[in-house]
C-alpha cells in the first residue's frame, strides 16, 4: 500500500457517515421485541467520537434502548456498506463495523436532530447513541479488523466523500475517453488484461490522495489501476487541477 493512503480509522468515518446504507442490529434480543430485518437508519459522528443513530420514534429498536435505561445499555452494531454508484462489476467497494453500547440521547431536541440531519424530518424521529467499543473496516484498501476508538474520534471524513457519487458520474459520462486512456496505462502490468482486450474503463473510487478505475477485460478479468495526485487534495475546488494532471500524463504516454 502507497504511504498516499487514508488510516482505518478515517476509512471507517468516511464509510459511515457516507454509506449507501447502514443497519442498526442488537444481536440477542428476542425476535418478539425486534420483529422483522435491523433497520436502516442514519447516523452521524459526533465531536467525541461517538455515533448519533436517527431512528423512528417507537420503533423496535428504540423500545429496546429506552428498555436499557433500566436494565443497562445494550451492545448494538452498526454494519454500513457502501456501494460505487457507476455501474460496474463487483460494486460493493466496503464495508465497515461498528460494535459498542446503545443508549437514547440525552437533550436529543428536534432543533438537534435537524442540525445533525438536516434531510431529514425532525419530528417523529429520536436520537440513540452508540458508543464505539470495537470497529473494523473492510474496503478497496484491505481489511483491519480492531481499530481504536480514540483515533476514530480523532479522524475526518475523506473531503471528497460528500462530492464523490457527483463526481464519479461525471467522469463517467463526460470523460469517458480520458478514462479509458488513462486505464489503459495499466494494461502493461503482468496481471491486468492488454490493451486490446480491455473491453471497459470505469471509475470506481475517488479521494484525497487519487482516483481509482476498474479495467474489465474481454473474458471477464478485474483489475482496480490506482493513481495519485501529486498532492492530496484539500476540497473539491482543488479537483479539476488534479485531473488534468493525471489527464494530461496519460495523453502524453500513448
Not at 421485541?33 to 452521524?44: H, I, S
Not at 480492531?146 to 471524513?157: K, Q, R, Y
Amino acid at each position: 500500500m502507497s504511504d498516499a493512503a487514508p488510516s482505518a480509522a478515517e476509512r471507517i468515518r468516511t464509510l459511515l457517515e457516507f454509506a449507501s446504507s447502514v443497519v442498526l442490529d442488537v444481536p440477542g434480543i428476542d425476535l418478539v421485541e425486534r420483529p422483522g430485518p435491523p433497520p436502516l437508519v442514519d447516523c452521524a459522528v459526533l465531536p467525541d467520537g461517538a455515533v448519533a443513530v436517527l431512528v423512528e420514534d417507537g420503533s423496535p429498536v428504540h423500545r429496546i434502548a429506552v428498555l436499557a435505561r433500566r436494565d443497562g445499555p445494550v451492545t448494538a452494531e452498526l454494519d454500513a456498506v457502501d456501494v460505487a454508484p457507476v455501474a460496474l462489476p463487483h460494486r460493493i467497494r466496503g464495508r465497515a463495523a461498528v460494535q459498542g453500547r446503545l443508549t437514547v440521547m440525552s437533550r436529543a431536541t428536534p432543533a438537534r436532530v435537524a442540525a445533525l440531519f438536516p434531510r431529514r424530518r425532525a419530528t417523529g424521529h429520536v436520537l440513540l447513541c452508540l458508543e464505539p467499543e470495537h470497529l473494523a473496516v473492510e474496503d478497496l484498501w484491505g481489511s483491519v479488523c480492531c481499530v481504536e476508538p480514540a483515533a476514530f474520534a480523532a479522524a475526518s471524513a475523506d473531503p471528497l466523500a460528500a462530492e464523490e457519487a457527483q463526481l464519479l458520474q461525471h467522469l463517467d459520462s463526460s470523460h469517458a475517453d480520458q478514462v479509458r486512456a488513462l486505464g489503459l496505462r495499466a494494461a502493461g502490468q503482468r496481471s491486468a488484461p492488454s490493451a486490446d482486450g480491455v473491453r471497459a474503463v470505469r471509475p470506481v473510487a475517488l479521494d484525497r490522495f487519487g482516483l481509482r478505475l476498474r479495467l474489465v477485460g474481454e473474458d471477464g478479468r478485474v483489475l482496480d489501476a490506482r493513481f495519485e495526485f501529486g498532492r492530496p487534495v484539500r476540497s473539491a475546488e482543488d479537483l479539476p487541477e488534479a485531473m488534468r494532471r493525471l489527464f494530461a500524463h496519460a495523453t502524453a504516454d500513448r
